[in-house]
T-cell receptor
Framework: DAGVTQSPTHLIKTRGQQVTLRCSPK?????VSWYQQALGQGPQFIFQ???????QRGNFPDRFSGHQFPNYSSELNVNALLLGDSALYLC????????????FGDGTRLSIL | AQSVAQPEDQVNVAEGNPLTVKCTYS??????LFWYVQYPNRGLQFLLK??????LVKGSYGFEAEFNKSQTSFHLKKPSALVSDSALYFC????????????FGGGTRLMVKP
């Protein structure tokens, strides 16, 4: 039973570029959330997708956008990259909108030069 | 707004001794509380959760946590620490009716020495 998978594992970009990160949820899960974890900090919620719609959003600018596909997989897009966007980006999946725990992937390490 | 505080950046304990990692939270409604562990270069692994019911929650790898509503705390405990427990531990909260958004604390590094 595959867990949450994310790709790529590492990525290096320069300021101003755009990036797309991908996530496949754990089998049986239908809800995907994205988090940003800066070095030495706890993860911060970016947004959540359920039934192909953004359901909840954290305090992140519009440069951060996403998508969920019919097979429940998801993409995170970041435009006009800033040095401060350097972080570990974590995808988490869960079943529905209730109290079930979220299962995390190993993340994509994004470095901005 | 919901928030989580983990007052200790690092906890040091000798192998075989009991350990406690502290967490306090703030939410306006009923809290859903979680503990996760993170090993180097890995994502977060779920340890345990409290939603309702018994205040003492048992989870994976021998960990447990005690929910205290009056003190708004959810401390993580283990009776006997192992060297392999050394990792970064995160407490997280979500408000019961506020969707799936988790708010995390800043993390506590647990160091278990042989």
């Amino acid at each position: 039973d595959a867990g949450v998978t994310q790709s790529p594992t590492h990525l290096i970009k320069t300021r101003g570029q755009q990036v797309t990160l991908r996530c496949s949820p754990k089998s049986g899960h239908d809800t995907v959330s994205w988090y940003q974890q800066a070095l030495g900090q706890g993860p911060q919620f970016i947004f959540q997708y359920y039934e192909e719609e953004e359901r909840q959003r954290g305090n992140f600018p519009d440069r951060f956008s996403g998508h969920q596909f019919p097979n429940y997989s998801s993409e995170l897009n970041v435009n006009a990259l800033l040095l401060g966007d350097s972080a570990l980006y974590l995808c988490a999946s869960s079943l529905g909108q209730g109290g079930q725990p979220q299962h995390f992937g190993d993340g994509t390490r994004l470095s901005i030069l | 707004a919901q928030s989580v505080a983990q007052p200790e950046d690092q906890v040091n304990v000798a192998e075989g001794n009991p350990l406690t990692v502290k967490c306090t939270y703030s939410v306006s409604g009923n809290p859903y509380l979680f503990w996760y562990v993170q090993y180097p270069n890995r994502g977060l692994q779920f340890l345990l959760k409290y939603i309702t019911g018994d205040n003492l929650v048992k989870g994976s790898y021998g960990f447990e946590a005690e929910f205290n509503k009056s003190q708004t705390s959810f401390h993580l405990k283990k009776p006997s620490a192992l060297v392999s427990d050394s990792a970064l531990y995160f407490c997280a909260v979500r408000e019961g009716n506020a969707g799936n958004m988790l708010t995390f604390g800043g993390g506590t590094r647990l160091m278990v020495k042989p």
